[in-house]
């Protein structure tokens, strides 16, 4: 399969949370109800099972239930990328195997991490996964995993299906020179919610984000604009998002998103543990600081900020 015969999966993607009940188990009910919502946002696709749907804390069945949930509620209306990563190859091909009897759109995965793996070892267990099916793959390179450099994800970018990169480094000038190295086969997607916009402008395709769980129609929104080349309209409402997660990173962002979530009738249940829920004191503290960008913005291009202007 060549990289030009992979379909492109671009726009805006959120990286879905994974619901879950006030016992930690896997709430399977709550996650059709959210993958609707997602969609009607405007979302271009989900990523699921990542680092923002807590894949790690999940055992492998409850990897695989949550995906044929997704899937299924979905019904083709927009691609699906499942991601599979875990630190033994084994585990992740086994994930990657049953994304493609479910019908994923396409699979992703962390580079195996915790232990310090050579490159070779890196290239071994991306050459081993992608082969796997015949699905398009796309790496995951982020800071929590251990950011590769861009000379490793040049090899990567030779191993057959691997057609995309998630990037979710700060350094926009990475996304620039891959694009220019890789050209437009290989598909970039920007992963850091508050410079979303910069990715776009550095020559992303397509962004993958915690923050477009709760607010997808800002991105969407911004998504638009950029294509357009309206970058000043874009950046003005990148910098209001921006202040907003940047208040929010100061807690256990997860648990804040689903609380903002229930203030407009999304239940996306709760965090697993050791992730914390914020506290009252924090809950009046998020609101009091919504309600001053509700006085400095006409339009905070936030629904659920929006819906407290009464």
């Known amino acids: 399969m060549k990289k030009t ?17 006030e016992h930690e188990n896997l709430d399977l009910t709550r996650a059709e109800k959210f993958t609707e919502f997602l969609i ?9 099972a990542g680092s923002t749907g807590e894949g ?3 055992s492998e069945d409850e990897r695989k239930s949550f995906a044929e949930t997704v899937i299924k509620t979905v019904g083709g209306r927009i691609p699906v990328i499942v991601h599979v990563g875990a630190i033994g190859t084994k585990k992740s091909i086994a994930l ?52 590769m450099s861009n000379s ?12 995309g990169l998630k990037f979710t480094g700060q350094n926009v000038d990475d996304i620039c020179e891959i694009k220019q190295t890789l050209g437009d086969d290989f598909v970039v997607y920007s992963g850091c919610d508050e410079i979303a916009v910069h990715g776009l402008l550095a020559g992303a395709d397509g962004l993958i984000g915690s923050f477009y769980n709760l607010m997808c129609e800002s991105f969407v929104e911004i ?50 543990k050791p992730f914390s829920a914020p506290s009252a004191d924090d809950v009046k503290k998020l609101w009091t600081f919504c309600d001053s960008l509700l006085k400095q913005f006409p339009n905070t291009h936030m629904d659920f900020i929006e819906k407290r202007r009464s």
Not at 40 to 48: C, D, E, Q, R, V
Request: charged share 15%; glycine share 4%; proline share 5%.
């Open 56 to 58: 790690f804390l999940m």
């Open 223 to 272: 998504y638009r604009l950029a294509q357009k080349s309206a970058w000043n309209e874009a950046i003005a409402i990148q910098k209001i998002v921006t202040a907003f997660i940047h208040f929010a990173v100061q807690w256990d962002y997860y648990p804040v998103m689903r609380e903002c979530l229930k203030s407009i009738g999304v239940d996306t249940g709760f965090s697993r």
């Open 152 to 163: 490793l994800v040049y090899r990567l970018a030779e191993i057959k299906n691997v057609c």
């Open 5 to 21: 015969d992979l379909p492109k999966i671009i726009g805006v993607i959120p990286a879905m949370m994974t619901t879950f009940d």
């Open 96 to 147: 990657a195997e049953h994304a493609a009897k479910i019908g994923a759109s396409a699979v992703s995965s962390v580079p195996p991490f915790y232990y310090k793996f050579s490159a070779d070892d890196v290239c071994s267990y991306y050459r081993d996964l992608a082969s796997a099916t015949d699905l398009p793959f796309v790496v995951y390179n982020v800071p929590l995993a251990g950011l």
């Open 40 to 48: 009607s946002k405007g979302a271009a696709g989900l990523y699921i």
